[in-house]
Each structure stands twice: as C-alpha cells, then as structure tokens.
C-alpha cells in the first residue's frame, strides 16, 4: 500500500496525466479537467490519508470511510459551480477511478502494492459515489424547499441563489423565477411567469432536441445544452439542469441555468492549440533530426565512450570510442545486441547492470571487464536511464572510459587499505588516533559506538576535551596528568584502567593500551586501542554486594542457630542431668525403663540438634581444622564407653581393636576425629539388628616428614546400604531406605557430617555395603606422634562456684558434683558471681554464657581484667561453634563444656581443668 501512501511528485504528476487521459475519452472533456485540477490536490490527499489509517489499523472489522463525505461535498459544490450534473460528478470520480487503478498497476511488479489494493480502491470510490447521490439529494431537498413559503428558511435559499432557476411544468410553462433569473433574462418576474420555457430560448435553439430527451423521472436529474436570449438580446449558451419537483400532490420541474458559454471558447481555445501544437511538434522533428545529427558529430569526436541501448540490450546509438572499445565497426554496432559484439560473459555482466539501472531507476556505476579479442579492456563509468515523456524508462545510456592501466595500478593499494579497513572495522575493541596536536585523526566503528558519538563527529575533535577531560569524581584532569595525553611526552607505551567520557555526559570506565606513532625520533600521534569494562565493573560490584548479603545472611543464621542451640541443649541439659541422678537413686523396674527411656529420646534428639548445627557450621564454612596435643586411647575411652553401652542395649557386639604398635601421645585434630567416628559409630549401631559392631583402628603405610597415616575402620553386619542409594547416601537429608516405609528413625545427615569432617581432616571417606551383609566405612587421618607427658594427680574436694540461670541445670550440677566430694556454690546471674567471688575464694568457675544481668563472657573479663583472678573458667554453654570457642577464649575462658553433657563428661572436664590449675 506504500504507493498510495507514500506517493512522492512524479507519482502525483503521472496519476494527473491518466486523469487527463480518461476525461478526454469523454464529451466536455475540457469541463472535466478544470474540476479535476481544481479537486485534484483534495482528492488525493484524502484518498491517500484514508490508506493510511486503514494501514495503521490492520485488518478492522468496520473500515473508517468518514473523509470521503467531505470529498463528496466538496465535488459536489465545484461540479456545480461549473455547471456540472450528477452524472458528470459521477464521470469525474470514474476518471478517478480508472487513474488509480493505472497507478496500482504500474507498480505491481514491486513489494509496495498488496493484493488487497485495487479492491480497496474500487471500494473507497463505490463509497464515494455513494455519497455524491446522497449529497445531490440533499440539495434537491432544499430545492423543494424552496417553495415552500410557510418555511422562511426555505424561501431565503431560493430567492438569495446566485444562478437563475426556473419552475415550470413539464410542457415548459413557467411557474416561477428568481431574482437571479429575472436578471438573466432582463425580464420582471411578472412577465416570466407568463412565458413558456421554449420562448426564453434563442429562436435557433427553441424546442431544441436536447431539451425534450431532458425531462427527467421522479428522483433523476437531466441535463442538456441549449441558448437563451439573455439581457439585451445577447445569445448565452446554457447548460440546463433540469429535476421534477412536487408540491401538493403536484408535479413540477426546477431547471437550474448556467451559462457555460467561456467553457466553450475555452473548448475551442483547447482544439485550436492542438492544432497550433501539431504544427510546432512538426517543426520540432525537423530541428531535432539536424541537432541528432550535430550531436553524432559530438558523439564521434567524443574521447569518452558514448552508447544508448534499449531496454532489452540493443544499441540504438555507439560513438567512434565505443566501437573502438569493442574491437567493432560502427555499422556493426548499431541496433545489434550486446550479446552480438561481446564475449558471453562480459555481454551478461552488461546485461545485468542494464537490469540494475531499471530496477533502481537510477544511474548506477558502470564498471566491468571486456574481453576483446585476446585482451581484456577495464571500463568505468555510469549507466543512466532515459525515460520517455510518461517516465517511463525506455532506454539507458552509458559513459565509459578505458581504465585498465589506472586500475591495474591502483590495485594493490585498494587491497592494502581495504584489508587495513577490515581489521580496523571489525575489531571489537574501540580504537582511535590522535595526532600531535590531540586531535582524532581515525576511530573505527566500535569506539564510536561505545562512545554514543558518529565516526564523523569525533574525528578532528580534541581528544582530551571531548574523551579525557575529566577524572573519574568528574573533576577536571589537566592535560600533563591524562596517563594517555602524556604517551605524546613520555613516547613510551601506557596500559591500564581509565575513564572515557561519552556523547550524553557518562564516564565509562575502560582498560586502554596506548601506543605512540613515531616518525624517527618523533612522536607523531597515538593509537589508542580501549574495551568498556562497565558490565565486569558492575558484576564485580554485585558480587562484592552479594558477598556482603551472603556474609550478612551468614551471621544471621550463625546467631540464629546459636540462640537455637542454646535454647534446646540447656533444657536437654537439665532433662539428661535429673533423669541419671534418678536413675542412680531410683529401684523401681518400672521407674527405671520408663526414665532410660526419657534418656534415650533426650539422646536422639540431643543428636539431631548436633547433627544440624554441625552441617551448618560445615556448609558455611566456620568450621575449621584444630590440631592439639591428645591421647589416642583416653581420648576414645569415653566414646567407646558410650558405644559399647547403645550396643549391649539393642543386644549386638561391640569390638574395639587398637593396634598396639601405635604410640598413645600425637599431635592432631581429635575432636573432628572423635566427631566423625561417634557419627559412624552411631549410624552402624541404628542399621544393625543383629550380630555386631567393630572399631579397627591401624596405621597404614604411606606418611612422610614425621607424619603417619592412621586408618579408622567401623564395620557392621547390618541391613546394609541398596545399590541405587550408595550414590547419594552422602548427600544431606539422604536415607539408607524409602522415607515412607522406613524402619529407622534418623535424620540423615550423619553420614553427611562424617563425609565433610573427614574431607577437613584431608582424608577420604570410602564404603563398601551389600544389602544384608553390612556396611564397612573407613578413613585415614595424618597424625604426628608426640612425647609422652607425665599424668597429673586428680584433684578432689574442690570449691567451685557455678554461675547458672536455670534452677534445673543448678539442681542436677550441685547434685552430680557434690556425690563426688565437692563444694558448689551457685549464683544465677553474672553480678552475682562476681560479688560471690570478691567475698570467697574458690578453686574452679564453672560459667553459663547467656545469662540475665550480666552474660557469661562481660563476667569472665572482669574476672580476668578487674578481680585479676587466675583461677579455671569452664564455659558450660550451648553454643559449639570454632566462632564460639574463640570468642571465650579471647575472654580468658580455660575450657569449654557443651550442653547437654554427660556426667562423666563434666567431671572429667573437671578433673581435667583442675589438676592443671593445681
């Protein structure tokens, strides 16, 4: 649809033309035209500004049509100002309509024309007739009207009309006139109403032929010509609009006049200047064939190579350069083919640029190799069309000369620079030059992109005032501090990070490398070669803000579990501490199971709340290696205790082999190794229903430097691990068995925790299971052997002072401690065991971390810093992280006890802490 919207001059020009030729197939010819010209401008916008709201709205249901009333009035109002009738409206728009339908063929070989578009002009134009009749119809209302004298209004347009009219009987008896018509014909009105329509005309003209075939039928409109006698006895030539009008029941007839009488000497001023015309266009011929001659001569002598060729390849005109050119005779030249003087291939790459020149409609370049004879001729030049005086193109011609010895040596330096061009325009990096004076000397594509300016726009710019006036806070940056400014001082290389300045006022930060151009000893200018860093700069801001997030998040879920743990192990604490004093004083069976029972769900979830903080730790990071002076066997005594004990109750063997050989003293990470083999230890005992359970720990060869290799083997005739699980029985969460029907309860992190403990050992976890036969786990630890240190005596009958909130733990500590031979005094907040220290001396502290008034870690520095007390402080705490352990020691803490703990475990930590302070 671009053609009827987007049409440009010569499209108006030749659409006016095929107006013209439509109107002259027609009587009035010349009475059309001067309504086209005079509509032509309006019709055409209108047509066009329809076609583009219809292209903006797509396919509509309901197509807006509503600028084509106005364009019918408006035809309408001109037709009738030159007298024209409803069919000679009528006979305009089909002059319209043809031309458009012209226009669209015209274009249908091209994309600009849609298959829809000549039946949307042929719609728009049944539109447009439409509202022509209605229009006429308007004013044949108002005609009838006009009579009407009870309605003013009416009578007003009749008697105020500009045109004479008439009202008359069909016999032409005259019924009524205007004042226009009174004045036409130099009569009064009076008079009028007592002639008939034949005596008004010229007697030559009365009851001429034209007006009896014109007396039309209910509805229609009639016209003809004919000539009146006018003021003064003056002959008018009229063309009379006649229409049948009826009042009361009554018929009548308005006839409209128009004296048409300078349209017909326009008529014949038209005829006679055709005349006039043929004659000149017969004088022009003779000139044009003496300047056809003239311009052959010039032709000839031309040193340019001159040719005209139709559109299918055939040489209408050759000059002498030509022929040359081509190795031919003019004679053979002329009205032959190119194919006829040319080898095959140069004829069909002349062929092709003929066919260019058509396509674009404009001149293209002419350049191509000519083979004749046994060399080859390089041309150059421009092929242009010729069109005729419709536009159309009928013919092209050519401009040549030989440029074989200008090409040849210009080859060579087109290849270089073109290849320099490519890679300076393909690199994805932004490059420019400046010369000595800091001017752009070139930048290729990708700097001026990155920069938002136009190649054209930098270059022969200043560089520092338009790239590198200003520092990265946007403070002005002399030029002698610009790092790439001073390459032209220092002639010596500059890389690094800067900042560019763009076209809209942003800095972009950039990595550069700016190498001086020297002549000699002189430095001509730099190239500057640069790469937008702004998308890394950005990615490492975000990943410096989601560290901050993460180590944020981190920290919030490190005191969360934290105050978890605590709030879970210290009930834990009280409920595992009262359930064994029970035990120990309780003979009743029943009693006894019931509590043993208390202690092993304590146990159970005792575990899991230690599973869980000890996964987090791991995945988070804040766990870390500690290696400390242990002995192997004490160290595990309790752990096998603990075991040993879980075995007999669910009726399996346990075994614990040590291989002698290995020395009692080392040096390594024994909590972490105690941690990973209870997890182990743990796991075999809850999968196995039967038989038994063993420990083997040996060394194994391979330890370097002082350092040996000890392996930890646990080993069980459980229920074994299925195949499909073995993979996944690492992974957190992950269960030996379905979770819907398992038979054992457990969280499954266990073999989890004990995977990453031993990977922080640097060791390896391996397993071997077979569904029904057992599972064996094992893993290798480096340990250094250590001198053995001479036991301390342990000491008994302490005084201890345990600073505790909770009134259970205070019962089940006081309780344990005292049974075994010593003094314990409480205090239930930090303020208070200060005052309890400064007024008695004891020998130990045992020391809650969160506590009211004053928390455990304020009450041990002041004990440190202000009492200046050296005595033991043992934290008994719920918190168990490496984070956690450093924090009391900072404070001066001498050990730390997690809750819940066993009783043996607080009092070996006791005699531990103790015997040392002795």
Request: include cysteine.
């Amino acid at each position: 649809m671009r053609c009827l919207t987007e049409m440009n001059a010569t499209d108006r020009e030749r659409l006016e033309r095929r107006v013209r030729e439509h109107a002259e197939k027609h009587e009035g010819f010349a009475r059309i035209m001067s309504c086209s010209v005079a509509v032509f401008d309006t019709y055409v916008s209108a047509i066009r500004d329809i076609c583009v709201r219809i292209e903006a709205e797509g396919h509509a249901a309901q197509r807006d049509y509503s600028g084509l009333d106005s364009l019918a009035a408006r035809l309408v109002s001109r037709c009738l100002t030159q007298g024209g009738s409803l069919q000679f409206t009528l006979l305009l728009v089909q002059c319209f309509r043809e031309a458009f339908l012209d226009h669209l063929e015209l274009y249908a070989a091209s994309d600009h024309v849609s298959e829809q578009c000549p039946g949307l002009i042929r719609e728009l134009h049944d539109v447009l007739e439409r509202s022509i009749v209605r229009e006429w119809e308007n004013l044949e209302q108002a005609s009838r009207l006009a009579r009407d004298h009870d309605n003013p209004a009416a009578a007003a347009v009749f008697w105020q009309l500009p045109e004479p009219v008439l009202l008359h009987s069909r016999g032409g008896d005259i019924m009524d006139a205007n004042p226009a018509a009174c004045l036409f014909f130099g009569i009064p009105v009076e008079r009028i109403r007592t002639l008939r329509l034949q005596d008004m005309e010229a007697p030559a003209a009365a009851g001429g032929r034209g007006r009896k075939q014109a007396i039309p039928g209910p509805g229609e409109v009639q016209s003809y010509r004919t000539v009146f006698t006018g003021v003064r006895g003056r002959r008018v030539t009229c063309e009379v609009l006649c229409r049948q009008a009826n009042l009361d029941e009554s018929v009548f007839y308005i006839s409209t006049l128009r004296d048409i009488t300078d349209m017909r000497k326009q008529e014949k001023r038209l005829r006679d200047a055709g005349r006039v015309m043929e004659m000149r266009m017969d004088k022009n011929v003779q000139r044009l064939r003496e300047i056809n001659a003239r311009f052959q001569a010039v032709l000839d002598n031309s040193p340019m190579a001159l040719f005209i060729v139709d559109m299918d390849g055939r040489h209408l005109v050759a000059n002498a350069a030509w022929c040359s050119m081509l190795g031919k005779k003019q004679d053979a030249v002329l009205d032959s083919h190119m194919s006829e003087v040319l080898p095959p291939d140069s004829a069909k790459a002349m062929q092709d640029v003929l066919a260019m020149a058509e396509r674009k409609q404009d001149a293209v370049g002419l350049d191509a190799r000519l083979e004749v004879g046994e060399k080859e001729v390089r041309i150059s030049g421009t092929l242009f069309p010729l069109p005729d005086e419709n536009g159309a193109m009928t013919a092209c011609c050519g401009m040549a000369m030989d440029v074989t010895r200008s090409q040849r040596a210009e080859e060579r330096g087109r290849a270089l620079a073109r290849q320099n061009a490519l890679i300076l325009n393909s690199a994805g990096e932004g490059i420019f030059g400046m010369d000595s004076e800091r001017r752009v000397t070139f930048a290729n594509p990708a700097a001026a992109e990155m920069l938002g300016w136009e190649v054209a726009e930098i270059i022969g710019s200043d560089a520092h005032a338009l790239l590198l006036h200003s520092d990265e806070e946007g403070l002005p940056r002399p030029i002698l501090r610009c790092p790439i400014c001073r390459v032209l001082e220092t002639a010596r290389p500059s890389r690094g990070e800067s900042i560019l300045w763009c076209k809209n006022g942003v800095a972009i930060p950039v990595t550069y490398t700016a190498v001086p151009l020297r002549s000699g000893v002189d430095v001509e200018g730099v190239v500057v070669t640069f790469s937008d860093i702004s998308e890394h700069k950005r990615i490492e801001h975000e990943l410096i803000m989601a560290k901050e997030r993460a180590e944020l998040g981190s920290q919030a879920k490190t005191q969360f579990l934290a105050n978890m743990s605590h709030e879970l192990r210290t009930p834990l604490n009280g409920i595992l501490g009262l359930v064994q004093l029970m035990l120990e004083t309780e003979r009743n069976k029943n009693k006894r199971e019931y509590l043993t029972m208390v202690r092993e769900a304590s146990n159970r979830l005792l575990g899991l709340v230690r599973n869980l903080l000890d996964l987090s730790n791991i995945k988070s990071g804040r766990i870390e290696r500690t290696d400390t002076r242990f002995a192997l066997r004490q160290s595990l005594s309790t752990l096998v205790e603990t075991i040993s004990v879980q075995a007999k109750l669910k009726s399996l063997e346990f075994v614990s082999f040590i291989d002698e050989s290995l020395p009692e003293q080392w040096y390594g990470d024994i909590v972490h190794i105690k941690q990973a083999l209870n997890n182990l230890l743990k796991n075999a005992i809850q999968y196995t229903p039967s038989g038994r359970v063993m420990l083997d720990i040996r060394e194994q060869p391979g330890g370097v430097d002082g350092v040996r290799m000890v392996r930890f083997t646990v080993t069980d005739t459980g229920t074994g691990i299925p195949e499909d699980m073995q993979e996944r029985i690492f992974d957190s969460f992950a269960l030996g068995e379905d979770y819907l029907t398992k038979k054992y309860s457990g969280s499954g992190v266990g073999l989890s925790i004990a995977r990453k403990l031993v990977d922080l050992l640097g060791g390896e976890l391996n397993m071997n299971s077979k569904p029904g036969a057992g599972s064996v786990f094992s893993f290798t630890a480096a340990l250094t052997p250590a001198h053995r240190e001479e036991d301390l005596p342990t000491p008994s009958g302490l005084r201890i002072l345990y600073a505790e909130d909770e009134f259970t733990n205070q019962r089940m500590v006081q309780g344990v401690l005292s049974r075994a031979g010593h003094e314990v005094v409480l205090a239930s907040d930090g303020a208070e065991a200060l005052k309890t220290l400064s007024q008695s001396e004891f020998d130990l502290v045992l020391m809650d971390i969160q506590m009211p008034v004053l928390d455990g870690l304020e009450t041990t520095r002041r004990i440190r810093k202000d009492m200046k007390l050296d005595l033991p402080v043992i934290a008994l705490t719920a918190f168990a992280g490496e984070d956690d352990l450093n924090r009391f020691e900072a404070v001066g803490m001498s050990g730390l006890l997690h809750k819940p703990f066993e009783l043996s475990e607080l009092l070996k930590t006791l005699e531990d802490h103790a015997g040392a302070a002795a």
